[in-house]
């Protein structure tokens, strides 16, 4: 049975730093390709970033440069470190592999971007 669980969420000002963390129980993420994604009120989740098998990485255009995915394949963590955040970036923010699978949603944790 697949688990994930996020964490590291926060309320954080204008131009701060996060480090978000997911950590997997039943997949084996030296094969799997992982992202993360988020999801505010009346919105549909979208995806933000993913890391491949070799460690390859895509973003979504806003947080290119700004978000940086990593993994650790041995301890099946990945991270999204979110730099120069912004209030646009304030959702609940969701691990999963990509494609998502619909049952192995988490929790999320959730990231506040406020004065």
């Known amino acids: 049975q697949v688990q994930l669980m996020e964490s590291g969420g926060g309320l954080v000002q204008p131009g701060g730093s996060l480090r978000l963390s997911c950590t997997a129980s039943?997949?084996?993420?030296?094969?799997?390709?992982m992202g993360w994604y988020r999801q505010t009120p009346g919105k549909q989740r979208e995806w933000v970033a993913m890391i491949g098998p070799p460690g390859n990485t895509n973003y979504k255009e806003t947080v290119k440069g700004r978000f940086t995915i990593s993994k650790d394949n041995t301890k099946n963590t990945v991270h999204l470190q979110m730099n120069s955040l912004k209030p646009e970036d304030t959702a609940v923010y969701y691990c999963?592999?990509?494609?998502?699978?619909?049952?192995?949603w988490g929790q999320g944790t959730q990231v506040t971007v406020s004065s």
């Open positions: 039943g997949i084996i993420f030296s094969f799997a390709t």
């Open positions: 999963n592999k990509v494609p998502a699978t619909a049952n192995y």
